[in-house]
Nanobody, 116 residues
Framework: QVQLAESGGGLVQPGGSLRLSCAASGSIFSIYTMGWYRQAPGKQRELVASITSGGSTNYAESVKGRFTISRENAKRTMYLQMNSLNPEDTAVYYC??????????WGQGTQVTVSS
């Protein structure tokens, strides 16, 4: 069973940047399509970015051009570089398998708050 641990969140002003990290415990991580999800208060969890094992990426329209997803399979780690943050990006961010891949147990997530 793969365990996921997200980190890197925090409080940032509008227009600022953050880099999130997702560390996975199992080697199967390297063959899965993975994604970053977020859940804002009162809203459903949504997929914001995904990346295949080979590095092909896909983004939600709301973050396209501002967020960049990447991964280092050898380190079992995935990243989300978030630039030009705005208050609508405030949410708890999670990583997990994406698309047709079965989900792992959800981690604790990392809180991102965008506020002046």
């Amino acid at each position: 069973q793969v365990q996921l641990a997200e980190s890197g969140g925090g409080l940032v002003q509008p227009g600022g940047s953050l880099r999130l990290s997702c560390a996975a415990s199992g080697s199967i991580f390297s063959i899965y399509t993975m994604g970053w999800y977020r859940q804002a208060p009162g809203k459903q969890r949504e997929l914001v970015a995904s990346i295949t094992s080979g590095g092909s990426t896909n983004y939600a329209e709301s973050v396209k051009g501002r967020f960049t997803i990447s991964r280092e399979n050898a380190k079992r780690t995935m990243y989300l570089q978030m630039n030009s943050l705005n208050p609508e990006d405030t949410a708890v961010y999670y990583c997990n398998a994406a698309r047709d891949y079965p989900k792992f147990s959800w981690g604790q997530g990392t809180q991102v708050t965008v506020s002046s």
